[in-house]
DNA sequence: AATTTAAAACTGGTCAGACCAGTTGGTTAT
DNA sequence: ATAACCAACTGGTCTGACCAGTTTTAAATT
């Protein structure tokens, strides 16, 4: 064993016996470097192997803090440690697409065929929310929509692996839905198919749920990729030189 | 976003799509620094990173290794409070082969029409190996060859979602194929259906392995409610610190 | 020639100091 | 009081050197 992996665990073990608890501000790495008696770079290769184990979270300028152990169902704000690093990447976002289409369908499958009546009043304001709103401009409603389907499938792995790919989804581009194109007839198109997937579960119509949910995945899938060969701007791609910084700010 | 995560992420991506198999040597550090364009510091940083995500392994003298499948990744440690909750209730084993059957679906469609020719003979080697071992014994040829499928459907999400998944069905049971009664029927069944899946993706059939893979896991997942229906012991239960080995041998 | 041995030539591990780039808070000028 | 600004944090990156294992190569010995 090195020095920096004594370093990481002499570190985590700071964490974990008390000493600074979740949220908690760690000693800048200078600090650390020299209480501990070893170079800067030693610090930081310590604290990257604890970042990639999502103990620990770093901001540039701010200081290293202690990961919160459960992310508390919070909106956008934080997604798994290991989450992020796909985020960014070109091709992810199709990736991701390819497999929500599935789980998707899956849970609506299982929706229709398990939801309880307690699931079927809240989806159905799930989706009254959902008709009120634009689908276009707010991507909140869609959201609820969604979730309350994934719900009401009472798979909590689903629940939980669809929780991160979505949050996954939002890092890679700024809301899926609300940068499409605000074409009256996808618009339509958008709702139409809500509509469809909602009467499906609510008729108990497993099949005809999980087609209608993996439909609208695809629809929204083509249409990115139709934008995108337009030329529009949907997708970031910090990966090579001259990056500059883009996108999603995690405390905005 | 710093350089340093964005080369973590080039090389996790490399890794995960095939572009270096497990045990496989990565580049020098110099190496990886000059190709990439960037200071050694940098390099070292990332594979701190994956470091501590135990997706490489480092010695000195020596180099940095890919991590063979085996070790318990800390990849959806994330859900560590999650882990512990599902865990030890019986249903969660039957979630996890709802999401499961989807996704290995999902997986086989896309090697079908996506596995190049390399996949293509990886994939074989994969099947001749489970082909000639007791698929009721011996659990790894399996875990193999589902491997090989996924690698092959070249989508960096679903390598990591099944990984994760399959890391929490070890954690439910031991080892799911392998606690299976060792019934010739049941046996015969499951080599049947491995090279229906095998053939339809060579074939370049993604209907039919979707299929295939599907009625698969579900083929496993109604065996396991046979065998629980009949009182044997399948769920267990292991996630404590201490107890070691109690009972049945992963064959390490 | 075959074998042993020693010396390069790798590999990762650590250090030092410098400079860039965000963040923050206090001081000053308005 | 408010705005602008600057200094002192914070992490991020680079450079080049040197130490410590490992492997390869070539010389020395048998």
Redesign the pocket.
């Given at each position: 064993m090195?020095?920096?992996?004594?370093i990481s665990y002499r570190l985590e073990q700071l964490i974990l016996d008390g000493g600074l608890a979740p949220d908690q501000k760690?000693?800048?790495?200078?600090?650390l470097a020299e209480r501990m008696?070893?170079?800067?770079?030693?610090i930081?290769?310590a604290?990257h192997e604890l970042q990639g184990r999502g103990v620990i979270d770093?901001?540039?300028?701010?200081?290293?803090f202690v990961a919160s152990i459960v992310p508390a169902t919070r909106d956008l704000d934080e997604s798994g440690p290991l989450m992020h690093l796909f985020a960014g990447h070109p091709r992810t976002m199709y990736d991701l697409l390819e497999v929500r289409e599935q789980l998707e369908g899956q849970a609506a499958f299982l929706a229709a065929q398990r939801a309880t009546s307690m699931d079927r009043h809240r989806l159905t304001k799930a989706f009254r929310i959902l008709e009120e709103t634009d689908p276009l401009s707010n991507a909140k409603p869609d959201h609820g929509f969604h979730q309350a389907i994934v719900e009401a499938s009472h798979n909590p792995i689903l629940v939980h692996v669809l929780k991160g790919l979505k949050n996954m989804m939002l890092l890679s581009v700024q809301a899926s839905v609300a940068n499409l194109n605000p074409r009256e007839a996808m618009r339509h198109s958008i709702m139409k198919q809500h509509r469809r997937i909602y009467k499906a579960i609510l008729a108990g119509k497993p099949a005809a749920a999980r087609k209608a949910a993996i439909d609208h995945v695809r629809f929204v899938a083509d249409s990115m990729r139709d934008l995108e060969s337009q030329g529009a701007e949907v997708i970031r791609m910090p990966l090579d030189a001259k990056h500059s910084?883009s996108g999603v700010?995690p405390?905005a």
């Open positions: 090195g020095i920096s992996q004594e760690i000693p800048s790495e200078r600090q008696g070893v170079s800067r770079a030693i930081r290769e604290l770093t901001f540039h300028g701010k200081g290293s910084n700010t405390s």
